[in-house]
């Protein structure tokens, strides 16, 4: 299966926006690619007023529009991260399915040794027999 976002080591794509090239992050931004932070501000303008969004401090200090530094608005922004849990969600239950079914075909021979819970975790320790 593969993931419809990109693998979570790409995590930025390109694309031109008015003959200029724009950064498009997949996730929350944290760093420009001028390795400026990002800050979160609230848009002003009459076709989005006061939707919140992320921007290069170099950008928003010089008040840069279109120049190719990150920009990105929250809402946008988290319903990436959203997608991209419920791909690492989707993956995860594939691979239990399988471990499942490999422990049905080979037999038990993975035995618990102790579970215990820790800060609303389960901390299973197992002792693999050969």
């Excluded at 694309?15 to 498009?24: A, E, L, P, S």
């Excluded at 760093?31 to 609230?42: A, D, N, P, Y």
């Excluded at 939707?51 to 840069?64: G, H, I, M, V, W």
Aim: charged content about 25%.
């Amino acid at each position: 299966m593969s993931n419809p976002i990109t693998a979570a080591s790409s995590s930025t794509t390109g694309g031109i926006t008015g003959g200029r090239r724009r950064v498009r992050t997949l996730e929350i931004p944290s760093k420009c690619w001028c390795r400026e932070s990002i800050v979160e501000l609230i848009s002003k303008s009459m076709p989005n007023p006061y939707s919140q969004y992320y921007q290069c401090l170099y950008a928003a200090s010089l008040r840069l529009k279109n120049d190719g530094h990150v920009f990105k608005w929250v809402d946008e922004a988290f319903t990436d991260e959203i997608q991209q849990l419920d791909y690492q969600v989707r993956m995860l239950e594939e691979e239990v399915q399988l471990l499942k079914a490999t422990i049905r075909s080979e037999g038990p021979k993975i035995m618990p040794k102790m579970i215990r819970i820790s800060r609303d975790c389960v901390i299973i320790n197992v002792v693999v027999v050969p």
